[in-house]
């Protein structure tokens, strides 16, 4: 049989639109088939089990991530010294599809944490070009501004340190870039696209990755 009754995600990200109504199709005693939603959660790569009842699909077990996965990594970057740009990888040469599917929350925050460890802040926010600002005496704000009615942007053009263009690959790849010269690194030969190198005061930095937050709006005014 089929029929257009509500689905019951529990805190999953399955619907490529905004309903709850879904096509389904069943037959007394077997899984129903849902036809209309992603095949995988969107934040935490599961498979949906279906099970029908109380005249509606409900998924059996919860989202592991109902918030969505906002990933938090740290840089060293003793130099001073940041280069800027998309694709580090002629260097910090990550797998990043090794783990859950890039295309989900998990996938990403994966590739976020393993490229951190060989020391690289990555992180993958599509065909945005953000930049990096400076945001206060001590923080940084990496992000595409908008534009208000009077072509304004929401961040000041002033604090703007570095473009990134994300042509070849849509993510941020920033790192110490004395680190980079001595991991092989060649200034001026770099195999992917454009980069800046900006002075920041030496230390350690930690790099708040949002984009995997559940309801992130890439759009919002502000930062």
Excluded at 128 to 147: F, H, K, M, T, W
Excluded at 191 to 215: M, Q
Aim: proline share 8%.
């Amino acid at each position: 049989m089929s029929s257009q009754i509500p689905l019951h995600i529990n805190g999953h990200a399955l619907l490529p639109k905004r309903t709850n109504v879904v096509h389904v199709f069943a037959e007394p005693g077997e899984e129903p088939l849902v036809a209309g939603v992603h095949f995988t959660c969107a934040i935490c790569n599961e498979r949906p089990v279906y099970v029908l009842r109380d005249g509606a699909v409900h998924v059996q077990k919860p989202c592991r991530y109902p918030r969505g996965i906002i990933t938090e990594v740290t840089l060293d970057v003793s130099s001073g010294k940041l280069i800027v740009t998309a694709d580090l990888r002629d260097v910090y040469d990550a797998d990043i599809h090794a783990g859950a599917s890039y295309n989900t929350a998990l996938g990403q925050a994966q590739a976020v944490e393993a490229m951190a460890d060989l020391g690289c802040a990555y992180g993958p926010v599509g065909n945005s070009c953000p930049s990096l600002y400076r945001n206060g005496e001590d923080g940084y704000i990496i992000a595409s501004p908008i534009l208000d009615d009077d072509d304004l942007p929401s961040l000041p053009d002033e604090n703007r340190m570095a473009d990134i263009c994300t042509d070849d690959l849509w993510a941020y790849s920033i790192a110490d870039f004395e680190d980079w010269q001595a991991k092989g690194g060649t200034p001026g030969q770099k195999r992917l696209g454009h980069y800046t190198v900006v002075d920041v005061p030496p230390g350690t930095y930690r790099f708040t990755h949002h984009v995997g937050e559940r309801g992130f709006d890439k759009y919002a005014p502000t930062p």
